[in-house]
């Protein structure tokens, strides 16, 4: 096998990247954020048509957005007008992605000490999405609503870029697909064009090392089960 110079640095910035649920209260320079955003802009997209759209949230702006979503999440009434624009899961769940995603939740539970009949507990973990799990960086990302399947097939790429190129320079990320719940409230907010469709949130910043839920590393199905070699 051929070794190339910088494949042991990219290599460990894909497999280092995790979804981190608590932040150290620590900034991050607008000039890492700025150097990260441009290196992901190199995604590849359909005819070069660049669908993303990117709202950097930090200090004020990113509390007030967090305080205005947890006002309506905490009300059941409320909560209950704000339905996904989008259907990000499956409207019915089958084997083996079920299985995958109850494992996680509960690997994440049990970390924590939550047990099966805690919902309070399990709400109150939920809810941590919309304060970013207190990273000082909350991304919010919008695409155009005439872009169809192909344009969020590009985004895709985009926000992996941003994953790993935020893992070069020691910054972990979460991406979150909980905010396209509130929607209308971050539109309100960030004051978004009525032609911008809320694709998902994203928290960065520097990991809490100290935090139990940071150990958590999802497992992923070896090649045989989702490869075939055709020779």
């Known amino acids: 096998m051929i070794s190339h110079p910088q494949q042991e640095a990219v290599d460990a910035a894909i497999t280092s990247r995790r979804s981190i649920r608590a932040f150290l209260d620590k900034p991050v320079a607008r000039e890492d954020l700025e150097q990260i955003l441009e290196v992901a802009a190199r995604a590849p997209s359909g005819t070069n048509t660049q669908p993303w759209k990117v709202y950097v949230l930090t200090g004020q702006a990113r509390q007030a957005l967090s305080d205005a979503i947890l006002a309506v999440h905490t009300d059941p009434e409320r909560s209950r007008e704000h339905t996904e624009e ?3 899961y499956p409207r019915e769940w089958v084997s083996p992605f079920i299985d995958r995603r ?17 919902k309070a507990g399990m709400a109150a973990q939920h809810a941590r999405n919309f304060n970013f799990f207190d990273a000082p960086v909350g991304l919010i990302f919008t695409i155009d609503r005439i872009m169809e399947q192909g344009s969020w097939l590009d985004y895709g790429m985009f926000l992996q870029n941003i994953m790993v190129a935020a893992r070069g320079r020691g910054l972990d990320t979460c991406p979150q697909a ?9 539109a309100a907010q960030l004051g978004l064009p009525a032609n911008e469709t ?9 990991a809490d090392p100290g935090k139990i839920e940071n150990s958590l590393i999802t497992e992923r199905e070896p090649l045989a089960g989702f490869v075939r070699f055709i020779e």
């Open 102 to 118: 109850r494992k996680v939740g509960w690997d994440l539970y049990s970390l924590l000490g939550l047990t099966r009949d805690n």
């Open 178 to 186: 909980a905010f396209t719940q509130y929607h209308r409230i971050i």
């Open 198 to 206: 809320v694709v998902c949130g994203m928290a960065l910043g520097w």
């Open 86 to 88: 989008y259907a990000y």
